[in-house]
């Protein structure tokens, strides 16, 4: 109301018909009449309960009354410059603004003003429609989708609402850090276009939509720069078809990883329960073979009579039959059949110690003996043999008269010392091929603690990569080559499991060497041990 003028200069009061009087004060909305002079002339029982005055109150006085400060101060000035130009800037058209109250509070309100001109008097009349209950929806409306989005926000998936044609609707703070898009870019958008790598089309949403069935999609697989992630997609239509659907999508990467890690776990103890039954059958046949070896180098020794006996009843010169076996080199043979059974007899004793499943049970180990298995087995193991040559490596041994005693897991242990070997070993061979190829291993006094290290001269590795060398999974190794589990392993069985620490010192071009130290009376963890950490 505050540019309610007329160019008229009447100042006459406003009729009172009886019928004008019954329309005025039967209408729904607030009306209110004021001269050219901007007086009050005319105040409806609907004005006088939306103001609180009585309309004796208002009667006579300026329309500014019933306008907070910010209107009321120009209106009087609204009054003249319409006077004299005629240009509108309410009047025949109207808008919202705010009334005040007899008791000083303010309500919204929707003004209509219309410019009423009749023989003798020139006036305004204005419609106040109060719109503090609509007002008040909006604020609960508004606080309601607030509270939405907050909650979506909150998930740690990302949630995206679509309209039965697949155009998003609702944006949560998961779907702008997958996208890259904040809600005001992705809103009307259709869910296909942003996000084209989840493989789910306009027509697949619309099906689903139309036919009210959930859809679920597991195990998308995304490519990126930092390896293939994983993807869970579950589209739950509303309740009304034509509302639209609620899509989410899950991070599953680490469970799918744990869950491939975990058939990695089954299939290895089935070939480790595969290969102990087949070392224990093994042994039969090389324990023949050992005996065999063994009986003929003794049957044909001149030293015992019952090989004499049968040669003089044969009339055969042993000597001279012994000159012809050796000038045939069959001896050497027969010494060649006796150290291949004991290697061979060898390599299935390691094997059937390390697929024995350990109880963490500490016993007294010497840390040298220990490297010693550790590098026959690395010596036998068919990756290291085909694809790297473990044999080609040197291998240079310090610390080998040091007091090595420690209480610990041997298989535990041992487990570490092989994954660092085949590390070193694929590290040198592949990047490209270190030129003599070397491994350093040692183990150090320290009083009442053991340092074991394994040094190589491979091509090292940048501090970035080192920083995150016992993580969970990560890995630099190509794709279907390494899990990235071996070192986060280690790490746990040495630091969890012993008590002790490892690290990692290296620097690209310059080698890499990782230093182990363990107490020499350790204690196994969990309910076993006699204390915890």
């Known amino acids: 109301m505050d540019c309610l003028v007329n160019k008229s200069k009447s100042s006459r009061s406003w009729t009172d018909d009886p019928l004008v009087h019954s329309i005025v004060e039967n209408v729904a909305d607030g009306v209110v009449g004021i001269g050219t002079d901007g007086y009050i002339e005319l105040f409806n029982r609907v004005a006088e309960r939306l103001f609180g005055y009585q309309a004796g109150e208002v009667l006579g006085r300026n329309v ?7 209107y009321s101060r120009d209106h009087d000035e609204h009054l003249r410059r319409y006077g004299e130009t005629g240009a509108r800037h309410i009047i025949g058209i109207g808008r919202e603004v705010v009334g005040r109250r007899k008791d000083g509070s303010t309500f919204p309100m929707y003004l209509s003003v219309g410019e009423v001109s009749q023989p003798g008097f020139d006036g305004f009349i204005g419609i106040v429609h109060d719109l503090s209950s609509q007002k008040a929806a909006e604020r ?8 939405l989005q907050s909650i979506l926000d909150s998930m740690p998936s990302t949630v995206v609402g679509v309209d039965a044609d697949g155009r998003v609707t609702h944006w949560n703070r998961g779907a702008r850090s997958e996208s890259g898009l904040d809600a005001a870019q992705a809103m009307g958008r259709a869910f296909a276009d942003i996000f084209p790598f989840l493989r789910l089309g306009s027509a697949d949403i619309v099906r689903a939509v139309h036919e009210g069935k959930p859809l679920r999609k597991e195990r998308v697989p995304i490519p990126g720069d930092g390896g293939t992630r994983y993807l869970d997609l579950m589209l739950y239509p509303l ?18 990883r744990i869950e491939e890690m975990m058939v990695q776990t089954e299939k290895m103890m089935s070939v480790g329960g595969l290969a102990a039954g087949m070392a224990h059958e093994i042994n039969n046949p090389l324990g023949t073979v050992a005996q065999g070896c063994q009986n003929l180098e003794r049957r044909l020794s001149g030293d015992l009579a019952e090989n004499l006996r049968v040669a003089d009843e044969l009339g055969l010169d042993l000597d001279r039959m012994r000159e012809y076996l050796s000038r045939r080199g069959i001896p050497r043979f027969v010494e060649g059949m006796r150290e291949a059974t004991e290697r061979a007899s060898r390599i299935v004793s390691d094997m059937l110690a390390y ?4 109880t963490s049970s500490f016993v007294p180990v010497r840390l040298n003996q220990l490297i010693d298995t550790a590098l026959r087995l690395a010596g036998h193991d068919y990756d290291l043999k085909k694809s790297y040559d473990f044999r080609r490596i040197e291998i240079v ?8 005693e420690v209480l610990c897991d041997e298989m535990a242990v041992e487990q570490v010392l092989l994954n660092l070997l085949r590390n070193a070993s694929q590290a040198m061979c592949t990047h490209p091929p270190t030129p003599s190829a070397r491994i350093q291993l040692g183990v150090y006094d320290e009083g009442d603690w053991v340092r074991l290290g394994v040094a190589d001269n491979g091509p090292g590795m940048s501090e970035e990569v080192a920083r995150r060398l016992f993580e969970p999974f990560f ?4 794709v279907g080559i390494g899990t990235g589990l071996g070192l986060s392993v280690a790490y746990f069985i040495v630091t969890e499991q012993h008590r002790g620490t490892i690290s990692v010192e290296t620097s690209p071009g310059q080698g890499t060497r990782f230093l182990i130290r363990l107490p020499r009376r350790g204690k196994p963890y969990g309910p076993a041990g006699a204390d915890r950490r």
Request: hydrophobic content about 25%; some cysteine.
């Open 64 to 70: 500014r009354m019933l306008m907070p400060t910010d």
């Open 140 to 147: 609960e409306l508004a606080e309601a989708g607030d509270l």
């Open 397 to 404: 041994r310090e610390g080998t008269d040091s007091p090595d």
């Open 355 to 358: 697929s024995r499943r350990s």
């Open 239 to 256: 309740c009304h078809p034509s509302s639209g659907a609620v899509i989410r999508t899950d991070d599953v990467t680490e469970r799918v």
């Open 475 to 478: 890995t630099t190794k190509p």
